[in-house]
Protein backbone atom coordinates (compact mmCIF):
# COMPACT_ATOMS: atom_id res chain seq x y z
CA UNK A 1 0.00 0.00 0.00
CA UNK A 2 1.25 3.33 -1.15
CA UNK A 3 2.46 5.85 1.37
CA UNK A 4 -0.39 8.38 2.51
CA UNK A 5 1.94 11.63 2.32
CA UNK A 6 5.22 11.95 0.85
CA UNK A 7 8.26 12.00 3.00
CA UNK A 8 10.61 15.24 2.15
CA UNK A 9 14.36 13.24 1.25
CA UNK A 10 16.53 15.96 2.80
CA UNK A 11 18.18 13.60 4.85
CA UNK A 12 19.00 11.17 1.87
CA UNK A 13 20.07 14.24 -0.34
CA UNK A 14 22.64 14.70 2.85
CA UNK A 15 24.16 11.72 2.13
CA UNK A 16 24.37 12.04 -1.52
CA UNK A 17 26.31 15.88 -0.95
CA UNK A 18 28.27 14.20 1.55
CA UNK A 19 29.46 11.13 -0.94
CA UNK A 20 30.21 14.04 -3.49
CA UNK A 21 32.11 16.51 -1.14
CA UNK A 22 34.32 13.58 0.07
CA UNK A 23 34.88 11.89 -3.74
CA UNK A 24 36.16 15.12 -4.81
CA UNK A 25 39.10 15.25 -1.81
CA UNK A 26 39.64 11.36 -1.32
CA UNK A 27 42.15 9.27 -3.32
CA UNK A 28 40.52 7.41 -5.62
CA UNK A 29 41.27 3.91 -4.34
CA UNK A 30 39.65 4.71 -1.19
CA UNK A 31 35.82 3.65 -1.10
CA UNK A 32 33.56 4.83 1.08
CA UNK A 33 30.59 3.12 2.67
CA UNK A 34 27.49 4.45 4.84
CA UNK A 35 27.64 1.91 7.54
CA UNK A 36 30.09 0.43 10.09
CA UNK A 37 32.49 -2.29 8.30
CA UNK A 38 31.30 -6.26 9.49
CA UNK A 39 34.09 -6.80 12.11
CA UNK A 40 33.79 -10.29 10.49
CA UNK A 41 34.91 -9.73 7.50
CA UNK A 42 36.63 -6.09 6.91
CA UNK A 43 36.14 -5.01 3.14
CA UNK A 44 39.19 -5.92 1.16
CA UNK A 45 40.16 -2.21 -0.25
CA UNK A 46 40.75 0.81 1.95
CA UNK A 47 37.59 1.98 3.11
CA UNK A 48 36.43 5.47 4.08
CA UNK A 49 33.41 4.50 6.81
CA UNK A 50 30.48 7.51 7.20
CA UNK A 51 28.31 6.26 9.50
CA UNK A 52 25.63 7.94 10.34
CA UNK A 53 24.99 7.45 13.89
CA UNK A 54 22.12 9.58 15.16
CA UNK A 55 19.36 12.04 13.79
CA UNK A 56 17.84 14.79 16.41
CA UNK A 57 15.99 17.99 16.16
CA UNK A 58 17.76 21.35 16.49
CA UNK A 59 15.92 23.18 19.26
CA UNK A 60 18.65 25.66 19.19
CA UNK A 61 18.59 27.05 16.29
CA UNK A 62 15.70 29.45 15.60
CA UNK A 63 15.40 29.64 12.69
CA UNK A 64 12.74 27.45 11.64
CA UNK A 65 9.42 28.65 10.20
CA UNK A 66 5.83 27.62 11.45
CA UNK A 67 3.27 26.61 9.24
CA UNK A 68 2.09 29.97 7.79
CA UNK A 69 -1.73 30.97 7.22
CA UNK A 70 -2.72 32.69 3.63
CA UNK A 71 -5.93 34.05 2.96
CA UNK A 72 -7.40 34.04 -0.19
CA UNK A 73 -8.99 38.11 -0.54
CA UNK A 74 -11.51 36.87 -3.48
CA UNK A 75 -12.87 33.92 -1.10
CA UNK A 76 -11.83 34.43 2.28
CA UNK A 77 -10.68 31.17 2.83
CA UNK A 78 -7.10 30.60 4.50
CA UNK A 79 -4.81 27.78 3.48
CA UNK A 80 -2.39 26.57 5.61
CA UNK A 81 0.81 26.03 4.18
CA UNK A 82 3.53 23.92 5.64
CA UNK A 83 7.13 25.10 7.07
CA UNK A 84 10.37 23.75 8.22
CA UNK A 85 12.25 22.29 10.92
CA UNK A 86 15.73 21.73 11.20
CA UNK A 87 17.25 18.74 11.98
CA UNK A 88 20.78 17.28 12.88
CA UNK A 89 22.19 14.69 11.18
CA UNK A 90 25.58 13.46 13.57
CA UNK A 91 27.91 11.01 11.60
CA UNK A 92 31.10 9.12 12.40
CA UNK A 93 34.20 9.05 10.01
CA UNK A 94 36.59 6.28 10.55
CA UNK A 95 39.15 4.90 8.49
CA UNK A 96 39.28 1.01 7.63
CA UNK A 97 42.35 -1.18 6.06
CA UNK A 98 43.16 -4.09 6.90
CA UNK A 99 46.96 -2.78 7.07
CA UNK A 100 45.94 -1.28 9.83
CA UNK A 101 45.96 -4.75 11.42
CA UNK A 102 49.75 -4.41 11.73
CA UNK A 103 50.86 -1.71 13.37
CA UNK A 104 54.14 -2.79 14.72
CA UNK A 105 57.08 -0.27 15.04
CA UNK A 106 59.01 -0.21 11.10
CA UNK A 107 55.48 -1.41 9.74
CA UNK A 108 53.93 1.40 7.33
CA UNK A 109 51.11 1.79 9.90
CA UNK A 110 53.58 2.87 11.91
CA UNK A 111 54.77 5.92 10.00
CA UNK A 112 53.89 9.58 10.91
CA UNK A 113 52.57 10.11 7.40
CA UNK A 114 50.58 6.82 7.09
CA UNK A 115 47.56 5.79 5.09
CA UNK A 116 45.02 6.64 7.45
CA UNK A 117 46.62 9.99 8.45
CA UNK A 118 46.16 10.78 5.08
CA UNK A 119 42.81 9.37 4.18
CA UNK A 120 41.53 11.27 7.10
CA UNK A 121 43.62 14.24 6.46
CA UNK A 122 41.89 15.19 3.17
CA UNK A 123 38.74 14.06 5.11
CA UNK A 124 38.96 17.33 7.00
CA UNK A 125 39.70 19.29 3.90
CA UNK A 126 36.49 18.03 2.46
CA UNK A 127 34.58 18.95 5.48
CA UNK A 128 35.97 22.61 6.00
CA UNK A 129 35.48 23.62 2.63
CA UNK A 130 32.27 22.20 2.26
CA UNK A 131 30.62 24.00 4.89
CA UNK A 132 27.61 24.38 2.65
CA UNK A 133 26.81 21.81 0.65
CA UNK A 134 25.52 22.06 -2.98
CA UNK A 135 22.12 22.00 -3.89
CA UNK A 136 20.60 21.56 -0.36
CA UNK A 137 19.50 24.78 0.50
CA UNK A 138 20.14 26.06 4.40
CA UNK A 139 22.50 23.15 4.91
CA UNK A 140 25.31 23.58 7.72
CA UNK A 141 28.07 21.03 7.96
CA UNK A 142 30.53 21.29 11.12
CA UNK A 143 33.06 19.60 12.76
CA UNK A 144 31.79 18.48 16.31
CA UNK A 145 33.54 16.57 19.23
CA UNK A 146 32.38 13.35 20.31
CA UNK A 147 28.74 13.02 21.26
CA UNK A 148 27.49 10.89 24.11
CA UNK A 149 24.97 9.36 22.09
CA UNK A 150 27.95 6.83 21.45
CA UNK A 151 28.41 6.14 25.09
CA UNK A 152 32.09 6.14 26.64
CA UNK A 153 34.49 6.03 23.43
CA UNK A 154 36.78 3.14 25.13
CA UNK A 155 33.25 1.24 25.64
CA UNK A 156 32.44 2.01 21.93
CA UNK A 157 35.62 0.36 20.55
CA UNK A 158 35.32 -2.52 22.37
CA UNK A 159 32.52 -3.45 21.08
CA UNK A 160 33.90 -3.08 17.46
CA UNK A 161 37.60 -4.54 17.33
CA UNK A 162 38.52 -3.68 20.61
CA UNK A 163 41.42 -0.92 19.12
CA UNK A 164 40.69 2.58 18.92
CA UNK A 165 41.36 4.66 15.79
CA UNK A 166 41.70 8.13 14.67
CA UNK A 167 37.93 9.53 14.02
CA UNK A 168 36.02 12.53 12.98
CA UNK A 169 32.62 13.70 14.02
CA UNK A 170 30.61 15.51 12.05
CA UNK A 171 27.17 17.28 12.19
CA UNK A 172 25.03 18.58 9.31
CA UNK A 173 22.07 20.56 10.17
CA UNK A 174 19.71 20.35 7.02
CA UNK A 175 15.66 21.73 7.31
CA UNK A 176 13.34 19.21 6.44
CA UNK A 177 9.80 20.81 5.14
CA UNK A 178 6.62 19.92 6.73
CA UNK A 179 3.94 17.85 4.83
CA UNK A 180 1.77 19.99 3.04
CA UNK A 181 -1.72 18.19 3.78
CA UNK A 182 -3.87 20.85 2.28
CA UNK A 183 -5.12 22.09 5.69
CA UNK A 184 -7.72 25.15 5.19
CA UNK A 185 -9.81 27.35 7.82
CA UNK A 186 -12.61 29.45 7.19
CA UNK A 187 -11.71 33.61 7.26
CA UNK A 188 -12.72 36.37 9.28
CA UNK A 189 -15.56 38.00 7.34
CA UNK A 190 -16.22 40.94 10.59
CA UNK A 191 -14.84 41.56 13.34
CA UNK A 192 -16.77 42.91 16.45
CA UNK A 193 -14.93 45.50 19.03
CA UNK A 194 -16.60 47.03 22.50
CA UNK A 195 -14.66 49.61 23.93
CA UNK A 196 -15.09 51.47 27.47
CA UNK A 197 -13.80 54.99 27.84
CA UNK A 198 -13.71 56.37 31.56
CA UNK A 199 -13.89 60.17 31.88
CA UNK A 200 -12.38 62.02 34.59
CA UNK A 201 -15.78 62.18 36.42
CA UNK A 202 -16.11 58.42 37.14
CA UNK A 203 -19.01 58.15 34.05
CA UNK A 204 -18.28 55.48 31.37
CA UNK A 205 -18.84 56.15 27.78
CA UNK A 206 -19.20 53.22 25.68
CA UNK A 207 -18.31 52.86 21.74
CA UNK A 208 -18.43 49.67 19.60
CA UNK A 209 -16.58 49.18 16.54
CA UNK A 210 -16.92 47.09 14.03
Known amino acids: MAATYPSDVAIINVNN ?3 EALTSYLSPDVAIS ?37 RDPDTNAVSILPGWVNVNCNYLITYWDSSQATGAVGSPGSAPDNQAIKIMNQVVNAVVNNRTLPGIPGAYTRMIPP ?20 SLYI ?12 DSATGVLESDVNMEQI ?12
Open 17 to 19: ALN
Open 171 to 182: SVTVPITLTDKK
Open 199 to 210: LPNGASLTKAAS
Open 34 to 70: FELPDLDKLPPDPTLSVFLYEIHEDLQLRAAQARVSV
Open 147 to 166: RDELGSLGNFWQSLDNKPRL
